[in-house]
């Protein structure tokens, strides 16, 4: 799933970037700091835990001062759980992987040195947990897509007229998250753990930003 993700995204930037008739294109590398987010579950919760990630966008300017993107983020962390029956103590669950697959546009406010900006994004976000902790979980842990959707702000500070500097913070948004599937110990009595609700995720991140054309 993660390697089909994958070429879908190039995809989308392959076309996004040269069959459009766009005079301007960016690529902005960015790396930050995610925070987690907890799902409540009555009394207790599963916890993505806070990380740092990376992110690449690709933009094309669709008119002046609106970009259109594709934006990958990946952020590699942990997934702990606290449950009375289970794990009455915050405990590791399991490494997880997540990848944000978006597309969306961003708003410059104005076309100067100093660029505010706003943006939004719909997308995929892909959990692929794994090593799970086997004092917990009888058996591993299955990969999960969601719906998705996120607001970006900040500003871009151009350097030359080709290089910048992004500072943004971002909110994201994956739908309907929750839902593993836990057990206690090998071959031990085994039960579901299954919650679903909208979490936000918030962070913040710098990068530079290379801009192509007129």
């Known amino acids: 799933m993660k390697k089909v993700s994958a070429v879908l995204f190039f995809v989308f930037l392959a076309l996004g970037a040269f069959t459009s008739n766009a005079q301007v294109f ?12 907890k799902l409540n579950y009555g009394s207790n919760y599963l916890k993505v835990n806070d990380s740092g990630f990376f ?23 942990d997934l702990l759980i606290r449950d009375r029956i289970l794990s009455p103590n915050e405990s590791k669950l399991a490494d997880l992987n997540v990848d944000w697959f978006m597309v969306g546009g961003t ?7 100093i ?12 959990y692929s947990p794994k090593n799970e902790n086997r004092d917990i979980v009888n058996r591993s842990l299955d990969s999960a897509t969601y719906f998705s959707f996120g607001f970006k702000g900040g500003v871009v500070i151009m350097l030359t007229e080709s290089i910048g500097l992004n500072f943004q913070g971002n909110l994201l948004f994956p739908v309907e998250w929750g839902g593993v599937y836990v057990g206690i110990g090998t071959g031990g009595p085994s039960t579901g753990v299954s919650a679903g609700s909208t979490i936000i995720m918030g962070g913040f991140s710098g990068g530079l930003v290379f801009r192509f054309g007129a």
């Open 26 to 37: 960016e690529l902005t590398p960015t790396y930050g700091y995610q925070f987690g987010s």
């Open 55 to 77: 992110g690449l966008t690709a933009g094309f300017e669709a008119r002046r001062d609106y970009m259109i993107e594709v934006t990958y983020y990946n952020m590699g962390t």
């Open 107 to 113: 708003r410059y406010f104005t076309n100067g040195n």
């Open 115 to 126: 660029k505010p900006f706003i943006g939004g994004q719909l997308g995929l976000s892909i």
